[in-house]
């Protein structure tokens, strides 16, 4: 996913201290990260079994992003558009190296996706 590929890049420059010494547009890309966070209207109702529209997305692989002409509820009819544990965590460290505040960032919403993906047994 890109979201992956931005991350791996990304630490390889922080690690080696070169993420400021070379060209990228980094405003471009933490616009371009949020662009691919799902946006979901609260429920009422944390227990239900709806899909989970919280986190982000590795890309905009359905042919679109949160920022396109679309309406949150023709988002939320596609059957793909879920977030994913496995692009968050990559999407949230970008943003943090890219020295963004996170205040974009729908925490209640990552805390639902956490709490559903939860088993029973704690795991």
Partial sequence: SQIIQFNFVLTGLDLLESLDSVAIDK???????????CI??????????DKINYG??????LGFTNKDEYKIEDLEKNP??????????????CLIM???DLSRVD?????????????ENGW
Wanted: charged letters at 25%.
């Fill in 107 to 119: 925490k209640k919403g990552i805390s639902k996706l956490l709490k559903k993906l939860q088993l």
């Fill in 80 to 93: 793909y558009y879920t977030g994913n544990l496995v692009y968050t965590f990559p999407a949230l460290c």
């Fill in 40 to 49: 979901n209207r609260d429920s009422p109702d944390d227990k239900s079994n």
């Fill in 56 to 61: 982000f997305l590795g890309g905009p692989f």
């Fill in 98 to 100: 890219l020295g963004d």
């Fill in 27 to 37: 405003e471009a890309i933490i616009e371009y990260i949020y662009a691919n966070q």
